[in-house]
């Protein structure tokens, strides 16, 4: 979970971890960059709008570092509080592969997130 509002990491990290996730939180982009070479991660909630760097750049970046390393590539849900139409598609462009509008009901995070894991299950199996 990658957020610069720390009401929203603990918010989510807390849901997802008592609904049986591993989560691990970063205030920012350059925090997760740091993160993702430690450890593999299956999914990344990432927010778009962030200081330093922003969501899409993060993305970016984590994405070309897996190529490069040939790791096994995340599942990245984007949130932002802009409208979600408006920036899927970037979104999708980049190698996301969804995005939710804030504030979202936790609900359809973990919906999200559910989905996210069989795809990547799909995904490895190929």
Do not use: W
């Amino acid at each position: 979970m990658v957020d610069d509002e720390k009401v929203i990491t603990s918010m989510v990290s807390n849901f997802l971890t008592k609904n049986g996730y591993d989560v691990d939180t970063a205030e920012s982009g350059i925090k997760a960059l740091k993160m993702i070479k430690n450890k593999n991660y299956s999914i990344v909630i990432l927010d778009v709008c962030m200081s330093q760097i922003d969501g899409y750049e993060t993305l970016q970046k984590m994405n070309k570092f897996y190529t490069e390393k040939q790791v096994q590539i995340t599942s990245t849900i984007m949130i932002t509080g802009y409208d979600v139409e408006d920036i899927l598609q970037k979104c999708k462009e980049i190698g996301a592969y969804t995005a939710l509008h804030r504030p979202f009901k936790l609900c359809v995070l973990l919906e999200t997130v559910k989905h996210a894991e069989k795809f990547m299950r799909k995904y490895q199996s190929r």
